[in-house]
């Protein structure tokens, strides 16, 4: 394949090859706010520090960073070794390297009202920031955040040279200037996008060798899910993430095997992916089914989430019985939530009937049409112990809406982390978080929850502060305001002669020490 229109020609063994279903809304990483967008700004830039595929933060540009004993203040020295991609604008040397003074510019732009970036609340909790000199960068927190580190890794957080972005302005989408692994080349869009190894990248492998090692990074389009596995089968592309209905059981086995027939040519990966599928009740609903804490707890434990996930998803995904914060995630517990318990479940409804002399309560379930059958599986479940369950199908932007302004009683969701940091979760249960001026899309509410929920963040050890993350989502899973389902899974499937591809539970695309044989 050609990746570019000159003569240098590159082989598909220093290409990597991968399709998004939908086309890249930006290049410029202050609106990485969607997985496609992440995972290429990802490969374009970088800031002050990075998260590995175990969750722990590393240093990045910064090489090395203090905080202070009260936790509010941060000081990250950089490296000096760390070049942006060139570009004309950089003058005579088409390139310099980054100076504290660009991600002071970088963080003020987040903030900039008329960027307008959907990141800008990533320094909510950030007082000031400052260049200190050359190599010193400075922040000061309002509060103390343990999960501050976490959360700078994000793409937002990126460093970009301020001469490209002023003289782009709102084209900087299309013309983006890093630091990362790779560079920018051509974009067709809803076509292709191919990205180029940055030869002055800074960071080398365990041997000193400069990564990355690949040349390339190519990116097709196909809208359809089908469509691309059968470019994946062919060899066309290196890459598929995620499981599709349309192909779940060609590639799979009931039990979540590789088939026979790709065991040969093909390489599947799994593990925990932060996101917790669930089903929420409205807490300030006036329904009498929805206020019942015994028919919210029958819901919980009528129905078998180890059978459904063999059932729908070919066993991928780790069926809910802990809480809401997923597994993967410090502060996870498979202990406080509900196990299949049918005959529980049954005396539970039955004791409703018997206080409220309801003889067919019934709840009505909102979801999008790709979780229907989920919805079917529970509403097949619940009837079984004496709940009537109606389904109700509306577009996903409906759903968004609705839930966000209390309009349903009970509705399908998914949260999946900002960042890795289970106070990320049980911030939808802070009872000054209500939606639509916040996540907690429940109105649950618990004075004990809250106390724990701001001890924690001025608990500076983290074996304490995870003990409290734990304590405050048992708290919420007694009173059973949501009906967890699953714990999702990153699975992946990559051609044979690709190495080195890891993703972590963030599920971010790192590709800087992937090689083709």
Not at 331 to 340: E, H, L, R, V
Not at 361 to 376: A, H, R, V
């Amino acid at each position: 394949m050609s990746c570019d229109n000159s003569k240098n020609k590159l082989s598909n063994s220093s290409v990597f090859r991968y399709n998004e279903h939908k086309n890249i809304g930006s290049l410029d990483p202050a609106f990485s706010k969607d997985i496609a967008d992440i995972w290429a700004t990802n490969q374009l830039f970088n800031g002050l520090v990075q998260m590995d595929e175990n969750l722990n933060v590393l240093p990045c540009i910064a090489k090395s960073w203090t905080i202070s004993e009260d936790a509010l203040t941060y000081a990250f020295v950089l490296r000096d070794d760390v070049y942006f991609h060139k570009h004309k604008l950089f003058g005579s040397d088409s390139t310099r390297t980054v100076k504290p003074a660009d991600f002071e510019y970088s963080f003020n732009r987040l903030r900039d009202k008329q960027v307008a970036s959907p990141g800008g609340w990533v320094l909510n909790k950030v007082h000031s920031f400052n260049a200190i000199n050359d190599s010193v960068f400075k922040i000061t927190l309002k509060q103390p955040f343990p999960a501050f580190l976490g959360l700078l890794t994000m793409k937002y957080c990126s460093v970009v040279p301020k001469e490209v972005v002023e003289h782009y302005g709102n084209d900087f989408r299309s013309h983006p200037i890093g630091t990362g692994p790779f560079k920018f080349k051509r974009w067709e869009e809803n076509i292709k996008l191919v990205f180029r190894k940055h030869h002055n990248y800074f960071e080398t492998d365990s041997k000193g060798i400069p990564l990355p090692y690949l040349e390339a990074i190519a990116i097709t389009f196909l809208p359809d899910k089908q469509s691309e596995f059968l470019q994946f089968t062919q060899g066309n592309i290196d890459f598929v993430c995620a499981l599709d209905a349309s192909y779940k059981d060609e590639i799979l086995t009931a039990d979540g095997n590789l088939q026979k027939r790709y065991k040969d040519n093909v390489n599947m990966t799994r593990g925990p992916y932060l996101n917790t599928e669930y089903l929420a009740f409205y807490m300030d609903s006036e329904v009498p089914e929805i206020q019942s804490e015994l028919l919210r707890k029958a819901t919980n434990y009528g129905f078998d989430r180890k059978k459904m996930m063999i059932y729908l998803r070919n066993g991928v995904g780790i069926p809910a019985n802990g809480g809401f914060i997923p597994k993967g995630l410090p502060g996870y517990n498979a202990s406080i939530g509900f196990t299949y318990q049918p005959e529980k479940a049954r005396q539970l409804v039955k004791q409703f009937k018997n206080e409220t002399g309801d003889p067919t309560p019934k709840i009505t379930i909102t979801t999008t049409g790709n979780y229907l059958s989920f919805s079917e599986y529970i509403q097949r479940e619940l009837e079984k112990i004496g709940l009537q369950v109606a389904i109700n199908v509306i577009p996903g932007a409906a759903l968004k809406e609705a839930k966000a302004n209390g309009k349903l009683d009970l509705f399908r969701a998914s949260w999946v982390a900002d960042y890795p940091d289970a106070e990320n979760y049980l911030s939808l249960y802070y009872s000054k978080n209500f939606a639509p001026n916040g996540p907690n899309y429940t109105h649950f509410r618990d004075e004990q929850f809250d106390k724990l929920y701001e001890q924690a963040f001025t608990e500076t050890n983290n074996k304490h502060r995870v003990s409290l993350y734990t304590k405050m989502d048992s708290l919420v899973m007694a009173k059973a305001p949501i009906v967890p389902l699953f714990y999702d899974e990153v699975i992946y499937f990559t051609r044979k002669q690709l190495n080195g591809l890891k993703l972590n539970p963030t599920y971010v695309l790192d590709l800087k020490q992937v090689k083709k044989n």
